[in-house]
């Protein structure tokens, strides 16, 4: 199948893209500048320009059977919810217009699973739990939210579609580039002391995610969104913490922060802001590490059919991944 793969140069997308190759697809990846894409190989080529460019996204579209959307924008240190507009709800819009143009009938568009709502660990939340307090106030969630939207009414529009909306967790593994969430991993790796949030995450396995990405292609139903997280629920910071030095093998003592540390921490973060600033530090950005997140993926694994890879191997890969990383870009 020849695929077009937006946001190819991230942590998601580089690992969809090894899962594409891996399957013997035809990939399209636009880029916007040379390089951006880590991986070797053949079954792949890129197309230069930026996805936001409707007649560029028209050529790269051109012949495709499906595309993948991979691509969002997660700086938390934004403080307009239009600065995440362009890519997070304007490009699956435009990705449904240029389907509609090309004849194209599969799309895969990533969002994620704090657009529902995160349940207890006595009732863990599925597709139909709407979205909670404080992430129905985080820019990221609500643009990504209206993003997901465009896609579902897009496939109610059109029933012979194959339209999945997939909703991961925080995703761990290889080939964060920047890195992104494996800055998590990185704030206490090797330390003596950490500090850890009284709240967890839904962690899973990136390569977990890419596959469930790459089956949607042919599994799943037209306009329904699929949670892709690990069975093990919710894990909390400090027990992910305690998991990453067990995995590399070195001591530390995790101390977690009253939820009034960082009710502090998050006002002072507001200040900054309001003196230009650019920080990730806010109140509401903090209190989204104060909560647990329980998702029920049943939905996503019977209709997807994704492996669970433990996260221990996730937290290892990540490391791994860097260490190589380091070493070819000091050659």
């Not at 106030?137 to 897009?154: C, D, H, R, T």
């Not at 709240?199 to 890419?210: C, I, L, P, R, S």
């Amino acid at each position: 199948m020849k695929v077009l793969l937006l946001g190819a140069t991230g942590l998601l997308g580089h690992n969809v893209l090894s899962r594409l190759m891996a399957e013997g697809h035809d990939v399209v990846a636009i880029l916007r500048r040379p390089g951006g894409i880590r991986l070797q190989g053949t079954g792949w080529h890129e197309i230069m320009g930026s996805p936001l460019d409707y007649d560029t996204l028209c050529a790269a579209a051109d012949g495709c059977e499906a595309v993948i959307n991979c691509a969002g924008v997660t700086d938390m240190s934004f403080r307009r919810l239009e600065d995440y507009l362009s890519v997070n709800r304007d490009l699956p819009q435009m990705v449904v217009k240029v389907m509609e143009a090309h004849g194209i009938r599969c799309l895969v568009h990533t969002s994620t699973a704090n657009t529902i709502g995160y349940g207890s660990a006595e009732c863990p939340a599925d597709e139909t739990v709407p979205m909670q307090e404080p992430f129905s106030s985080s820019l990221y969630a609500v643009s990504k939210s209206m993003g997901e939207q465009a896609v579902i009414e897009a496939a109610r529009f059109h029933p012979d579609w194959h339209a999945v909306v997939i909703n991961p967790g925080y995703m761990l593994g290889a080939w964060d580039v920047k890195p992104s969430s494996g800055r998590m991993l990185q704030l206490s790796y090797n330390k003596s002391i950490a500090f850890a949030p009284s709240g967890g995450k839904a962690f899973v396995a990136v390569q977990d995610v890419a596959e469930a990405a790459v089956n949607a292609l042919t599994k799943g139903e037209n306009g329904t969104r699929y949670i892709v997280t690990n069975s093990t629920g919710c894990m909390s910071v400090k027990e992910l913490y305690e998991l990453q030095a067990r995995v590399m093998g070195y001591r530390q003592k995790i101390v977690t922060l009253p939820d009034w540390v960082l009710a502090v921490v998050g006002r002072v973060g507001d200040m900054l802001r309001c003196m230009g600033v650019s920080t990730e530090v806010s109140t509401n950005n903090v209190r989204q590490l104060m909560v647990m997140e329980y998702y029920n993926n049943g939905h996503g694994t019977r209709g997807l059919g994704f492996h669970e890879t433990p996260l221990a191997e996730a937290v290892e890969q990540f490391h791994r991944w860097i260490e190589e990383n380091n070493k070819n870009s000091k050659i």
